[in-house]
């Protein structure tokens, strides 16, 4: 009986080539968003890095660049703050395709007073959730178009102890900084598992994926400057806590398996290996209460009636001529979206 190939064990130091695929990575001008660009970046792929900040974003592009000889990189303004940009952002990245979407970008407060954006929504949840569902809502075409296109969602291990309010999801009442962030960032997770429930419904080829980077410090960083900046001292001081946690390039990892490795699927989270906390990228258990699809299907809900959007992906559509059973493996056109 002949041997069946064994799948090598996935390497965060050598990635799989993807030259003409195009990835865009949301706050990919810092922290681990920079990282996730920096590592697609050597794969050839071309690398939208999704910002509100132009001139931080072009120095993240010209520090990819000076390490990653080659790259192919691009500046797209995004504000996901700000909902009715968002159309205009997604129409600025152009009628080609778009592989995967890594939905990184994030506000973390750590202090009161409660803060709102401009349409009067908590920043955090706006930010973190609101913005990244209604980003999806407009991005579906694009994605839907692109056979076996991702869309990465980056939760968070504060969100393991925490818990939805869904009668008050924009912390109106005893608000907390830290609580607020954590459940921002729950909704996320919550709503990437959503999405997949809904993808396969719709027999869409377009996958949703949860990531969360376990815990990445500044301190155990790589020097990026002029982005980061990362002292011997500093090195040298944080060194026990690596055998903990890790740096944000290594909190980067998961998010780039999720895009790039063939082997993964729709509705799975990946996670550091050691303790959920640090180490390569593995495939673990979803927490019990990311699989309450009662919850999620509320916060869905919500999230469409918050923003006005509601992220529809249709299966692909087969080429004229080809209906019917007789066409079953025949090939596929481009997606529409509902």
């Known amino acids: 009986m002949p041997s069946v190939p064994q799948t090598p064990p996935w390497d965060v130091h050598r990635l799989p080539r993807a030259e003409g695929k195009r990835f865009l990575v949301t706050g990919g001008n810092a922290g681990i968003g920079y990282f996730v660009a920096e590592q697609l970046a050597g794969t050839g792929a071309t690398v939208v ?94 994605l839907a178009a692109t056979p076996g296109s991702r869309i990465v969602t980056t939760g968070s291990f504060a969100a393991k102890s925490e818990r939805l309010d869904l009668d008050d999801l924009q912390s109106t009442h005893d608000y907390r900084p830290k609580r607020a962030y954590a459940r921002s960032k ?105 699989t309450d699809t009662t919850v999620a299907a509320r916060l869905w809900a919500a999230s469409r009636d918050l923003t006005g959007n509601d992220p529809t992906f249709t299966a692909p559509a087969r080429p004229v001529g080809t209906e019917g059973p007789a066409a079953a493996g025949a090939g596929e056109t481009d997606a529409s979206t509902g």
Not at 53 to 72: F, H, Q, Y
Request: proline residues 9%; aromatic residues 4%; glycine residues 8%.
């Open 186 to 290: 729950l909704a996320q997770m919550l709503f990437a598992l959503e999405l997949d429930r809904r993808l396969r419904a719709a027999g869409s080829t377009t996958l949703s994926v949860l990531v969360h980077p376990g815990g990445a410090l500044d301190s155990l960083t790589p020097s990026r400057p002029p982005l980061h900046a990362r002292t011997a001292r500093e090195r040298l001081g944080h060194l026990p806590l690596g055998l903990v946690v890790q740096g944000k390039d290594a909190g980067a990892w998961p998010a780039v398996r999720a895009v790039l490795d063939p082997s993964v699927h729709g509705g799975q989270m990946l996670s550091p290996r050691v303790f959920g906390l640090r180490g390569s990228p593995r495939t673990d258990p979803l927490w019990n209460h990311l």
């Open 49 to 142: 890095l999704g910002s509100r900040d132009p001139a931080k974003a072009e120095a993240a592009i010209a520090s990819i660049a000076s390490r990653v000889p080659g790259a192919e990189l691009r500046h797209l303004p995004l504000d996901l703050a700000d909902p009715t940009s968002l159309r205009a952002s997604v129409d600025a990245l152009g009628p080609d395709r778009l592989d995967a979407v890594v939905h990184n970008a994030g506000v973390a407060l750590d202090r009161p007073p409660r803060r709102a954006t401009a349409a009067g929504q908590e920043l955090m949840f706006a930010t973190n959730h609101l913005g990244h569902f209604a980003l999806t809502h407009h991005l579906a075409p694009l």
